[in-house]
C-alpha cells in the first residue's frame, strides 16, 4: 500500500502539479493532500485509512452525502445495459423534463459533461442570439476554465494568483469586461456607456468562489432590470448553487429570472455533468435547430443521468432543504460561537447548504473584503482541523458545503475540533 506522501511524489512524476485540478494540490494551505480511498455519507477516508468529515462534497455535488444507495443502485443497474450509447436514450429525455419541470426559467435543457462546458455554450449562444460580442463578468467569480472567464478569475485562479492566465489571447480577453460584486451603480455606468455591444452578463448570484458572498438586497433584481434595458442576456451561473441552496436553486431564492442558466455538480450526482437552458426562443438558436454549434460525444451519458435523476429524486423529498438549512445553521453559529470563545477575530455568511468562513470581524459583502481576510490564519486552522479529522476546502477562497448526510455528532464533532484549533491559531 501506498502512504499519501508516496502516492504524491508518484503523482508529481506524471501529472502536472500532482493533481487533476489545481486547488486539489493544497499550494495555498501549504502541506500535501491526501489520497482519498474511499467516501461514504459525510465521510472521507485516505489510504493510510485515516477519517475526516468532508466539508467538500466532491465540491459540492455530493448533497445528499457520499454514495447514497439509491444513487449507486441506478448507476450499476444503468451501467448493466451499457455505458454509452452515441444515440439518444431515455434517460436524458427524463433528466430534462426534470430539470424543466424543478426550474421555471428552463423552457429548454441541453446536457454537457462539466460546468465549464454549460458555461462557454451559454456565452457562445449568448453572443450568437444577440449578435454582440463583449461578455460581462464579476471580479472573483468563477465560470470553469474557458478562455473568456479566466479574466479576474475566482476559485483556484484567485488561490493561484493567476486570476487572469497566461495563454488566453488578448483580443479575446478585452472582450470580458469584469465588474465589481455587488456594486450596482458600477453596473449601471458600465452598462450607460457600453451597453448596447454586451451580449450577456453572467454571474454566480450567490458566489461560491471567492468563500462565500451573498448578493445584498436587491443585487440581483437591480441587475435583472439593467439587462433588459439594455437588451443584454441575463445569465445565471447555478453550478454551485443549483438544487443546493434551494430545490430552484438561487433564483428561486432570490424571486430573480435570468434568461439563461448553467448548472452542473448535483445533477450529476458525482459523475461528470454540466447542463444550460433557459428561455426557448434563445435555445432554439442550438444545434440542430438553429446555427450555433455545440455538441459532445458523451453528452446525456445514460449512466451520469441515472446518477443525477437517483440525486434529484432525493433532494425533491419533503423536508430536504429545511433540514439541510437547520444543519447550516447549527453548524456556522456554532463555528461562530467558538471562535467568539477563543478570541478570535471571525465572521460566517451562509446560505442552504453552503457557507463562507472569514477570517475577519467585518460581515463580508465584497471581493476586497474577501481578500483582505487574515488568509495566513486561515490556512492554519485549515491544518488544523485536518489533523483533528475534519476536512475544510484547502483554500481562503472556496465555499464550504455540508451534506444531508452530515448529522448533529458530526457537527459536534467539528465543533469540538474547531474550539481547539481556534485556540491553537496564535500559539
Ligand atoms: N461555474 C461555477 C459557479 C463553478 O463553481 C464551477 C466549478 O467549481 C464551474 C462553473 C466549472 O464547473 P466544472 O468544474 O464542472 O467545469
Same mark, same amino acid.
Given at each position: 500500500?501506498?502512504?499519501?506522501?508516496?502516492?504524491?511524489?508518484? @503523482?508529481?512524476?506524471?501529472?502536472?502539479?500532482?493533481?487533476?485540478?489545481?486547488?486539489?494540490?493544497?499550494?495555498?494551505?501549504?502541506?500535501?493532500?491526501?489520497?482519498?480511498?474511499?467516501?461514504?455519507?459525510?465521510?472521507?477516508?485516505?489510504?493510510?485509512?485515516?477519517?475526516?468529515?468532508?466539508?467538500?462534497?466532491?465540491?459540492?455535488?455530493?448533497?445528499?452525502?457520499?454514495?447514497?444507495?439509491?444513487?449507486?443502485?441506478?448507476?450499476?443497474?444503468?451501467?448493466?445495459?451499457?455505458?454509452?450509447?452515441?444515440?439518444?436514450?431515455?434517460?436524458?429525455?427524463?433528466?430534462?423534463?426534470?430539470?424543466?419541470?424543478?426550474?421555471?426559467?428552463?423552457?429548454?435543457?441541453?446536457?454537457?459533461?462539466?460546468?465549464?462546458?454549460?458555461? =462557454?455554450?451559454?456565452?457562445?449562444?449568448?453572443?450568437?442570439?444577440?449578435?454582440?460580442?463583449?461578455?460581462?463578468?464579476?471580479?472573483?467569480?468563477?465560470?470553469?476554465?474557458?478562455?473568456?472567464?479566466?479574466?479576474?478569475?475566482?476559485?483556484?485562479?484567485?488561490?493561484?494568483?493567476?486570476?487572469?492566465?497566461?495563454?488566453?489571447?488578448?483580443?479575446?480577453?478585452?472582450?470580458?469586461?469584469?465588474?465589481?460584486?455587488?456594486?450596482?451603480?458600477?453596473?449601471?455606468?458600465?452598462?450607460?456607456?457600453?451597453?448596447?455591444?454586451?451580449?450577456?452578463?453572467?454571474?454566480?448570484?450567490? @458566489?461560491?468562489?471567492?468563500?462565500?458572498?451573498?448578493?445584498?438586497?436587491?443585487?440581483?433584481?437591480?441587475?435583472?432590470?439593467?439587462?433588459?434595458?439594455?437588451?443584454?442576456?441575463?445569465?445565471?451561473?447555478?453550478? =454551485?448553487?443549483?438544487?443546493?441552496?434551494?430545490?430552484?436553486?438561487?433564483?428561486?431564492?432570490?424571486?430573480?429570472?435570468?434568461?439563461?442558466?448553467?448548472?452542473?455538480?448535483?445533477?450529476?450526482?458525482?459523475?461528470?455533468?454540466?447542463?444550460?437552458?433557459?428561455?426557448?426562443?434563445?435555445?432554439?438558436?442550438?444545434?440542430?435547430?438553429?446555427?450555433?454549434?455545440?455538441?459532445?460525444?458523451?453528452?446525456?451519458?445514460?449512466?451520469?443521468?441515472?446518477?443525477?435523476?437517483?440525486?434529484?429524486?432525493?433532494?425533491?423529498?419533503?423536508?430536504?432543504?429545511?433540514?439541510?438549512?437547520?444543519?447550516?445553521?447549527?453548524?456556522?453559529?456554532?463555528?461562530?460561537?467558538?471562535?467568539?470563545?477563543?478570541?478570535?477575530?471571525?465572521?460566517?455568511?451562509?446560505?442552504?447548504?453552503?457557507?463562507?468562513?472569514?477570517?475577519?470581524?467585518?460581515?463580508?459583502?465584497?471581493?476586497?473584503?474577501?481578500?483582505?481576510?487574515?488568509?495566513?490564519?486561515?490556512?492554519?486552522?485549515?491544518?488544523? =482541523?485536518?489533523?483533528?479529522?475534519?476536512?475544510?476546502?484547502?483554500?481562503?477562497?472556496?465555499?464550504?458545503?455540508?451534506?444531508?448526510?452530515?448529522?448533529?455528532?458530526?457537527? @459536534?464533532?467539528?465543533?469540538?475540533?474547531?474550539?481547539?484549533?481556534?485556540?491553537?491559531?496564535?500559539?
Amino acid at each position: 500500500m501506498n502512504t499519501n506522501h508516496e502516492l504524491f511524489q508518484r @503523482a508529481l512524476k506524471n501529472i502536472p502539479g500532482g493533481v487533476n485540478s489545481p486547488v486539489r494540490a493544497f499550494k495555498s494551505v501549504g502541506g500535501e493532500p491526501f489520497f482519498t480511498q474511499r467516501a461514504q455519507g459525510a465521510y472521507l477516508w485516505d489510504v493510510e485509512g485515516k477519517r475526516y468529515i468532508d466539508y467538500i462534497g466532491s465540491w459540492g455535488p455530493m448533497i445528499a452525502g457520499h454514495n447514497p444507495p439509491s444513487v449507486l443502485e441506478a448507476v450499476l443497474k444503468t451501467a448493466r445495459d451499457g455505458l454509452s450509447f452515441g444515440t439518444p436514450n431515455p434517460l436524458e429525455v427524463t433528466m430534462a423534463d426534470t430539470l424543466c419541470r424543478l426550474v421555471p426559467s428552463l423552457q429548454m435543457v441541453r446536457m454537457v459533461n462539466s460546468g465549464t462546458e454549460a458555461t =462557454m455554450a451559454a456565452i457562445r449562444l449568448a453572443r450568437g442570439f444577440t449578435s454582440r460580442e463583449k461578455i460581462i463578468k464579476f471580479e472573483g467569480c468563477y465560470h470553469g476554465h474557458g478562455d473568456a472567464f479566466l479574466v479576474k478569475a475566482g476559485s483556484g485562479a484567485l488561490t493561484l494568483g493567476v486570476p487572469n492566465s497566461p495563454g488566453v489571447p488578448k483580443e479575446l480577453a478585452d472582450l470580458t469586461l469584469t465588474l465589481p460584486y455587488n456594486d450596482l451603480d458600477a453596473a449601471k455606468d458600465l452598462f450607460a456607456k457600453i451597453g448596447d455591444e454586451v451580449a450577456c452578463v453572467i454571474i454566480e448570484p450567490i @458566489a461560491g468562489n471567492m468563500n462565500c458572498i451573498l448578493p445584498r438586497d436587491g443585487y440581483l433584481q437591480g441587475l435583472r432590470d439593467l439587462c433588459t434595458q439594455h437588451g443584454i442576456l441575463l445569465v445565471f451561473d447555478e453550478v =454551485m448553487t443549483g438544487f443546493r441552496v434551494a430545490l430552484g436553486g438561487a433564483q428561486q431564492l432570490y424571486g430573480v429570472t435570468p434568461d439563461l442558466s448553467t448548472f452542473g455538480k448535483i445533477i450529476g450526482g458525482g459523475m461528470p455533468v454540466g447542463a444550460y437552458g433557459g428561455r426557448r426562443d434563445i435555445m432554439e438558436k442550438i444545434a440542430p435547430s438553429g446555427p450555433v454549434y455545440q455538441a459532445g460525444t458523451l453528452s446525456g451519458n445514460p449512466v451520469a443521468m441515472a446518477a443525477g435523476l437517483a440525486t434529484l429524486a432525493l433532494v425533491e423529498q419533503p423536508g430536504f432543504y429545511d433540514e439541510l438549512h437547520r444543519k447550516t445553521r447549527l453548524l456556522t453559529d456554532g463555528l461562530l460561537a467558538v471562535a467568539t470563545d477563543a478570541g478570535v477575530p471571525f465572521s460566517i455568511t451562509r446560505t442552504c447548504g453552503m457557507f463562507g468562513l472569514f477570517f475577519t470581524s467585518e460581515h463580508v459583502e465584497t471581493y476586497q473584503q474577501a481578500t483582505a481576510c487574515d488568509i495566513p490564519a486561515f490556512n492554519r486552522f485549515f491544518h488544523g =482541523m485536518l489533523a483533528r479529522g475534519v476536512y475544510l476546502a484547502p483554500s481562503a477562497f472556496e465555499a464550504g458545503f455540508i451534506s444531508a448526510a452530515h448529522d448533529e455528532n458530526d457537527i @459536534a464533532d467539528t465543533l469540538t475540533a474547531a474550539s481547539s484549533a481556534f485556540k491553537n491559531l496564535f500559539k
